[in-house]
């Protein structure tokens, strides 16, 4: 069974601090992505992976960075938090056939204060 | 202009009722197209692919029409587990590429007794 998982369900850090969000995946997929996703402004991509130690930027890349030292594994860096990065944070990951379905893990809710 | 655009709704039906969500895309090139489903405080899954010929899976109906850049989503017999935001997803690019997708913020429907 298809299966991604996500460090913790909720999450709330301070203003400043370094936030680190994991991803894995079971399924030896090629491509992972790290979306945030907001009331009204739906899923947005902030970074992927298309292979280990392989990154590329999404639609909003600021204020976060990754790593993918691992195929499972896909971590998201928040540098030093700030309130606007107060979030649902969804991994997915897929592979490189076509028509690839993502398959999303249950998100993180990140609360900064 | 937003990449995918969708009404926000929400659509509010009767059970047995037969509802229709369409979503538009800006980028002609766009190859691949999905409609995914997401239960409230879950991940979005997969409800089905979206092909020129148009898909039909039980009660759900999705076309494609790539002369006026639309997509749509059709859902007969209403059930009140349809109840969910109903996702519009476009990958933009040829095959490979990572399957990158671009999702719209997602149509509500609420499935009333």
């Known amino acids: 069974d298809v299966k991604v998982t996500q460090s913790s369900r909720y999450l709330v850090k301070r203003t400043g601090e370094k936030v680190f969000l994991e991803c894995v995946q079971d399924m030896d997929h090629e491509n992972m992505f790290w979306y945030r996703q907001d009331p009204g402004l739906g899923l947005r991509l902030i970074y992927f992976s298309y292979d280990v130690k392989m990154k590329e930027k999404g639609d909003i890349p600021e204020g976060y960075s990754v790593s993918r030292e691992k195929k499972e594994r896909f971590s998201l860096i928040l540098e030093s938090a700030s309130t606007n990065q107060t979030s649902m944070y969804l991994c997915?990951?897929?592979?490189?056939?076509?028509?690839?379905?993502?398959?999303f893990g249950p998100g993180t809710r990140l609360t900064v204060l | 202009r937003k990449e995918v655009e969708q009404d926000p709704g929400p659509f509010n039906v009767p059970e047995g009722a037969t509802v229709a969500f369409n979503c538009t895309y800006s980028n002609s090139a766009s190859q691949s197209f999905f409609w995914y489903r997401q239960d409230c405080r879950k991940e979005p899954k997969l409800l089905m692919s979206v092909y020129s010929s148009g898909n039909e899976d039980g009660r759900f109906t999705a076309q494609l029409n790539r002369a006026s850049q639309y997509i749509s989503l059709l859902i007969r017999d209403s059930k009140l587990s349809d109840s969910a935001t109903y996702l519009c997803v476009v990958n933009p690019s040829a095959m490979g590429g990572g399957n990158k997708l671009t999702f719209g913020t997602g149509t509500q429907l609420k499935v009333e007794l």
């Open positions: 997915a990951s897929s592979s490189d056939r076509a028509y690839n379905e993502q398959f």
